[in-house]
């Protein structure tokens, strides 16, 4: 095959990948601690749209990602506020999450302009790539690896980082620990309530962070529906990676490697329909899920989080 | 010092009529509040932005004196599609099997109706091509398709334990990559000038109008056939749900699945049941949006009908009258949304907003139905009257 090809491929498979591998981490994080948030793809494209505007009025694309990544944690509070203390069914209010970001970031999209006006077509700030000297130019990887821009960059840190705190430290632990048994963790004195909203806050800050990466990086600018269903994968990306912000990247790449593919198609002008190749992601998650819930073995090592979706109401602990 | 008043949660053990009313209304005035203040913070006067979109939903008194009943007729189109994925949400979540997967039902449906308006005249030359032999074969048809597309994912589901979720949110985008490639490739009209979209159905296949049938027609408009078998299955699906013995078992499966297990109901049989019986509404939906509007497949399909049937289903506290009528309040912000931004200039995605917002409210408001807050002050040392020390 060709080496170039490859290479490309891999670099692109990176670029298109990262924002997906920022949210997984983020969703993973609410999913351990017990709760299911579905409001994902609602949480990005207000990252997108906000931190668009945020980086255009300022001309300052880092604090386009602050505001991306504050608007995320909001949006997540008020799933964790209607599920944890209100005590709404997870999947309705995340749902409702993602119906009410989309509907305001489009709405925000068109008025948060110049003048009140539209935000769609305008060109602003966007992150540039930073090639590290020498690394960049390694065979293979130099280019899909250090040849990006700082998001990409952080995942070096975030994702170690990520997995090093989920297993090898008390909070990771007790984190784990209140998705498992959220009864068990009360008894022991671990505060369910506070972890419980600290961490549904992280994933949309996350998934915020994400959000912005697209409108600032991967693809510059405000357009409707410029997550195009990417929270839905990220959903999907969760159970691939099996819960593990490590396995996170793996099927981000692949995701990703999909993206590219069919760049690299349409540019030579192969005839293979693009619409069968955008459906492999999706068909391949299927099959994962179907292998990861037909193997018990695997199944009670890399499962599903015990608790995950089911509330915890302390006066009715049973 | 520590803050004086302690919040309570307790569980009802009655809930009367007036709550049970009371809540939701009051969630979606909340809900309306906020969308009020969203409104004032972009520029719009709020009271004014409601009354405009009601107008534009529902039209006013003069026009309607005058026979314009053109705002209303389109809120009902609008709202036809609605009320069929909203049925087919409520009856899968009547026992609590996630069905997001309605849009993909619905886009699968209208792929049907279409292979039988296009190519079924062609290959059963001998069959009458009249309406009442081309719209039966389009109803079930659609129904046959959505209900596979549906089949599919409760089967993995009972067989396999597949998670129902990701499964139906998969099928989605498979289904919608399918209909994209179809009317931009295969099934793209050769006679349409490039213009992506299927060739224009021949016209027995058509859903008849409001405007060409007896009585009906001083409704005028686009309204079609598909309204009125939104309505019928919604109340058939009342009478399953509501009138027979299956209803019951599915309603008891969603209620205490433990406890239908050991009174010998069979989870296997009722989930495909339902499944069947849900994706099979969802892609009449299809059919109707393009046998009934488009007389073609073109793009436009996948605006979101499914979810939008989720939060009509879940309003309508799963209850098939009550979601036509949710439906048809969910297509009047739709409609009055769009006339917003020709009478104000405003963005037709406020009605996005609002929806988001209702939903949101309904369902955190929810726990006042089911809980009694109980305010207590802490930190008093006089016991209460007639209270033991």
């Not at chain 1, 909203?197 to 991967?218: D, E, F, N, P, R």
């Not at chain 2, 189109?77 to 039902?105: C, D, K, S």
Request: no cysteine; aromatic share 12%; proline share 5%.
């Amino acid at each position: 095959m060709d080496l170039d090809l490859v290479t490309s491929i891999l670099a692109i498979a990176t670029f298109a990948g990262a924002s997906l591998v920022l949210a997984t981490i983020g969703e993973i994080f609410t999913e351990r601690v017990g709760i299911l948030n579905l409001g994902v793809e609602g949480m990005m494209i207000m990252g997108a749209v906000t931190g668009f505007a945020a980086a255009y009025r300022t001309n300052n694309v880092w604090f386009g990602v602050l505001i991306a990544g504050i608007v995320g944690g909001l949006m997540a509070l008020v799933h964790a506020f209607a599920t944890i203390t209100l005590r709404a069914d997870q999947i309705v209010s995340g749902l409702a999450i993602t119906l009410l970001g989309t509907g305001l970031a489009s709405f925000l999209g068109q008025i948060l302009g110049p003048d009140g006006g539209a935000l769609v077509g305008l060109t602003g700030p966007k992150f540039t790539k930073w090639p590290i000297p020498g690394l960049s130019s390694l065979p293979l990887v130099g280019e899909g690896l250090f040849n990006q821009d700082p998001i990409v960059y952080s995942l070096f840190v975030v994702v170690p980082v990520s997995w090093f705190f989920l297993y090898k430290t008390r909070p990771g632990l007790y984190l784990r620990a209140v998705g498992e048994s959220a009864s068990t963790s009360d008894a022991v004195g671990v505060d369910v309530f506070r972890r419980r909203y600290g961490y549904t806050v992280l994933g949309g800050v996350m998934a915020g962070i994400a959000g912005s990466h697209l409108s600032l990086s991967y693809t510059p600018g405000w357009t409707e529906n410029l997550t195009g269903g990417r929270g839905w994968i990220v959903i999907a990306l969760v159970i691939f990676a099996t819960w593990n912000p490590a396995r996170a990247v793996v099927g981000a790449w692949l995701f990703g490697g999909v993206n590219a593919i069919q760049f690299r198609l349409q540019a030579e002008g192969t005839n293979l329909p693009s619409s069968i190749l955008n459906m492999s992601p999706y068909i391949l998650t299927i099959v994962v899920l179907v292998l990861i819930t037909r193997t018990d073995k695997l199944r009670q090592t890399i499962g599903a989080p015990a608790g995950l979706g089911i509330p915890y109401y302390r006066e009715e602990r049973g | 010092m520590t803050f004086p008043w302690k919040f309570e949660l307790e569980r009802r053990l009655e809930v009367s009529r007036w709550v049970s009313w009371g809540v939701p209304t009051v969630s979606v005035l909340v809900a309306f509040f906020f969308g009020g203040i969203i409104l004032s913070l972009a520029g719009a006067p709020p009271i004014e932005t409601y009354r405009a979109m009601a107008a534009g939903a529902f039209g006013s008194i003069s026009e309607w004196v005058d026979g314009n009943f053109f705002a209303v007729t389109e809120t009902l189109v609008r709202a036809t599609p609605l009320i069929f994925t909203g049925l087919a949400v409520a009856m899968a979540f009547r026992m609590l099997f996630w069905n997001i997967g309605t849009e993909g039902q619905l886009v699968m449906g209208a792929i049907a109706g279409t292979w039988v308006a296009i190519y079924l005249p062609d290959l059963l030359p001998w069959l009458p091509q009249t309406r009442w032999v081309y719209i039966p074969i389009g109803i079930i048809a659609a129904t046959i398709a959505g209900a596979t597309w549906a089949f599919i994912p409760a089967i993995m589901k009972v067989k396999l334990g597949v998670d129902e979720i990701i499964s139906t949110l998969m099928f989605n985008y498979i289904a919608i990559l399918l209909y994209q490639q179809l009317y931009t490739g295969p099934w793209k009209d050769p006679e349409g000038f490039g213009f992506p979209g299927s060739a224009l159905f021949p016209e027995f296949t058509w859903f008849p109008k409001f405007s060409e049938m007896p009585v009906l027609n001083v409704l005028g408009g686009r309204i079609h056939l598909g309204f009125v078998l939104a309505v019928l299955v919604a109340g058939v699906l009342w009478v399953i749900m509501d009138k027979t013995r299956r209803g019951y078992e599915v309603r008891l499966l969603g209620e205490n699945t433990n406890a239908a297990k050991y009174a010998g109901i069979s989870v296997v049989r009722n989930v495909l049941f339902v499944m069947i019986l849900s994706g099979g509404v969802a892609g009449m939906a299809g059919l109707s949006e393009v046998a009934g509007l488009g007389h073609r497949l073109q793009a436009g399909l996948d605006v979101g009908n499914g979810f939008t049937g989720i939060i009509v289903a879940w309003l309508a506290k799963l209850r098939p009258w009550s979601v036509v009528i949710v439906a048809i309040l969910m297509a009047a912000l739709f409609v009055g949304g769009d006339q917003l931004q020709i009478s104000l200039g405003l963005p037709a995605s406020i009605s996005g907003v609002l929806q988001g917002a209702i939903l949101i409210s309904v369902l955190s408001g929810d726990v006042f139905t089911r809980y009694r807050l109980k305010v207590t002050r802490i930190g008093v040392v006089a016991p209460a009257v007639g209270e033991e020390a």
